[in-house]
């Protein structure tokens, strides 16, 4: 008998507190595993009063137990990763970087900044760090994977092709120096060596021994490049299919599902949102679940619970329970509403369209209520606040097993 490998994800456009979960959850689990994105995505978890921030290496890295692997279907920028690495000590033996994975480069976010500003009001609102560029050479079969680094000589010569086949793009971004790449590279080499594996061996290896695996998703189900709201997308796959593509393990592999939602949403960058709220109401979400940016300290678009958006997110990810987080932050709101259909065209529409551009929200108001913040018992919630909860159980199909009432790990609910 093999154990199954546990997963969260994330079910609405990311920045939904995957943080506090992960590292929750991290702490009973001998393996965490990161499947899909690249330095993008993340979120930064204080430990006794020390800040970290997390961009690649998954969440069990705080857990001086768990080990740690980072899957093929990551894009690895080895700049970045190895300086995310310097903030802990004694790696070795405890993260695992697949032999698989890309490798993003510094042209990557150089050309992936370039085409933002083509892109003029039209543009992504990308992060800019090269993750769709490496994603797109991975897709075109010209990308570089990260075992490639054991031969930095013959990479570079690899590099330096790639250059010069894509003279046409690379029109302000100068060819590298051999000398100087191969240098940079063998730097990599260096320091990542001794974390470069084969991890599709490895997670069979460790799920044969039945050890207990947990599964971290990276941005949010709706920012997926096939399910979320294209080209409005991250470039990978982030919903819980991603996981197996992104580790090599079958959808057999994965145990129990947890979608994490915050019970209002945001989004970051341009695209559809038909729940956003741009009056008070936005304004007020904002400024109580501090919706800024972590790195870039950019405001959050806010706005109400979509429940048709969520609704599709557990299906499509296949979840067994939500986390509902951030639930006080609608403390105080005389009025809370849900998206609960869309109007399109003059019609009612409750699932995901082809096309989310000119859908309006039809909501469904529900009573505010006060002083949930900070609540660890379910009971002990204000009878508005159950209400929603039990009205979100009933419009999604899926039971809410976590409330999340604060940003400590402490303000967490647990529902037997
Ligand atoms: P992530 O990347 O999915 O973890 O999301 P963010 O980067 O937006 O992090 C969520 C932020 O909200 C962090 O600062 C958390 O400390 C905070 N947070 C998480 N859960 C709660 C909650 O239930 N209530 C409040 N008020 N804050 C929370």
């Not at 075109?140 to 013959?154: Q, S």
């Not at 046409?168 to 974390?195: A, C, T, V």
């Not at 294209?230 to 580790?247: D, K, M």
């Not at 009971?379 to 159980?393: D, M, S, T």
């Amino acid at each position: 008998m093999s154990s199954r490998a546990d997963l969260i994800v994330g079910l609405q456009w990311g920045d939904e507190g995957k943080g506090k979960i992960a590292d929750h959850m991290a702490q009973t689990y001998d393996f965490v595993c990161r499947f899909a994105g690249g330095h993008n995505a993340g979120h930064t978890i204080v430990v006794n009063g020390k800040k970290h921030a997390l961009h690649l290496i998954p969440s069990g890295i705080l857990n001086p137990k768990a080990k740690n692997i980072v899957g093929n279907g990551v894009v690895l920028s080895p700049h970045n990763f190895i300086e995310e690495m310097s903030q802990f000590d004694n790696l070795e033996g405890r993260l695992f970087i697949s032999d698989k994975a890309h490798i993003l480069l510094p042209h990557h976010a150089l050309l992936d900044q370039a085409k933002e500003i083509r892109k003029g009001d039209k543009a992504i609102g990308t992060t800019g760090k090269g993750i769709g560029p490496a994603y797109s050479d991975k897709i075109a079969r010209v990308g570089h994977r990260v075992g490639e680094l054991f031969d930095c000589e013959k990479l570079a010569s690899k590099i330096i092709k790639y250059f010069e086949h894509h003279s046409n793009i690379f029109i302000d971004i100068p060819i590298p120096n051999r000398d100087e790449l191969m240098e940079e590279l063998k730097g990599y080499r260096d320091i990542l060596s001794p974390y470069i594996t084969d991890t599709t061996q490895l997670i069979w290896r460790v799920l044969d021994e039945e050890k207990r695996v947990l599964l971290e998703g990276a941005q949010g189900t709706m920012l997926d490049i096939d399910h979320g709201t294209y080209p409005y997308v991250t470039s990978s796959t982030t919903i819980s299919a991603g996981a197996c593509s992104g580790l090599g393990i079958n959808h057999r592999d994965i145990g129990e599902v947890t979608g994490i939602a915050k019970a209002y949403c945001t989004r970051v960058g341009n695209g559809p949102f038909p729940s956003e709220d741009l009056g008070e109401d936005g304004e007020r979400l904002r400024v109580n679940g501090h919706e800024f940016g972590t790195t870039t300290g950019r405001p959050r678009r806010c706005g109400w619970l979509d429940a048709v958006a969520l609704r599709h997110a557990v299906r499509i990810n296949g979840v067994d329970q939500i986390a509902l987080m951030k639930l006080d932050v609608l403390d105080g709101f005389n009025e809370i509403k849900v998206c609960v259909a869309y109007e399109i065209n003059g019609k009612r529409i409750d699932y995901i369209p082809y096309d989310l551009e000119d859908a309006k929200p039809i909501y469904k108001k529900f009573e505010g209520w006060d002083n949930s913040a900070g609540i660890r018992d379910f009971n002990r919630l204000p009878a508005g606040a159950k209400e929603y909860i039990f009205a979100i159980e009933e419009m999604v199909k899926c039971r809410v097993g976590v409330v999340s009432t604060g940003p400590d790990r402490e303000d967490t609910i647990i529902r037997e």
